[in-house]
T-cell receptor
Framework: ETGVTQSPTHLIKTRGQQVTLRCSSQSGHNTVSWYQQALGQGPQFIFQYYREEENGRGNFPPRFSGLQFPNYSSELNVNALELDDSALYLC???????????FGQGTRLTVV | AQSVTQPDIHITVSEGASLELRCNYSYGATPYLFWYVQSPGQGLQLLLKYFSGDTLVQGIKGFEAEFKRSQSSFNLRKPSVHWSDAAEYFCAVGAGGAGSYQLTFGKGTKLSVIP
């Protein structure tokens, strides 16, 4: 059974650019959630996907968007990057109806 | 809206000493509660969870936590800390419905262990 994997592990982008982060869910998991963790803070919920549709969203602007694919993998897209978008982005997968989520190692995004 | 407070930003204990990390939550219904641990630059590992039933839950690595509804608390404990326990610990409450929920995290408690 594979765990949750995220790619890339690190990347650096320039303010105003767009970025795509990827997540492969743990085998058998049909729900994916994304979290942003700024330095020194706890993770904050961005959104969740189930059956390829957004199924809940936190307090993030529309330039944060996502996709879930039929194989339950997922992407997080951020447009018009701002310096404050610099953070660790965490993907978590779970089985809908079962309440524990398993996290990937994260993608460290630096915006310069 | 739900919230989680971890009052201690940083705790230092000696190896072999006992540990208690505090967590208070605010949520209108019966909460799902979690403790996660994060090593530097890493993702989150689930230590233990409370959904219902017995209020004392056992987790991995010798950790346990007790749910106290009257105090809105879910404190994490370990009887004897090992140097490898040095990390950041996050308490979280799960809120939502129909099998779908989002986690709200506290700001974390950093644990340092003195050899």
């Amino acid at each position: 059974e594979t765990g949750v994997t995220q790619s890339p592990t690190h990347l650096i982008k320039t303010r105003g650019q767009q970025v795509t982060l990827r997540c492969s869910s743990q085998s058998g998991h049909n729900t994916v959630s994304w979290y942003q963790q700024a330095l020194g803070q706890g993770p904050q919920f961005i959104f969740q996907y189930y059956r390829e549709e957004e199924n809940g969203r936190g307090n993030f602007p529309p330039r944060f968007s996502g996709l879930q694919f039929p194989n339950y993998s997922s992407e997080l897209n951020v447009n018009a990057l701002e310096l404050d978008d610099s953070a660790l982005y965490l993907c978590a997968s779970s089985v809908r109806g079962v309440t524990e989520a398993f996290f990937g190692q994260g993608t460290r995004l630096t915006v310069v | 809206a739900q919230s989680v407070t971890q009052p201690d930003i940083h705790i230092t204990v000696s190896e072999g000493a006992s540990l208690e990390l505090r967590c208070n939550y605010s949520y209108g219904a019966t909460p799902y509660l979690f403790w996660y641990v994060q090593s530097p630059g890493q993702g989150l590992q689930l230590l233990l969870k409370y959904f219902s039933g017995d209020t004392l839950v056992q987790g991995i690595k010798g950790f346990e936590a007790e749910f106290k509804r009257s105090q809105s608390s879910f404190n994490l404990r370990k009887p004897s800390v090992h140097w490898s326990d040095a990390a950041e610990y996050f308490c979280a409450v799960g809120a939502g419905g129909a099998g779908s929920y989002q986690l709200t995290f506290g700001k974390g408690t950093k644990l340092s262990v003195i050899p």
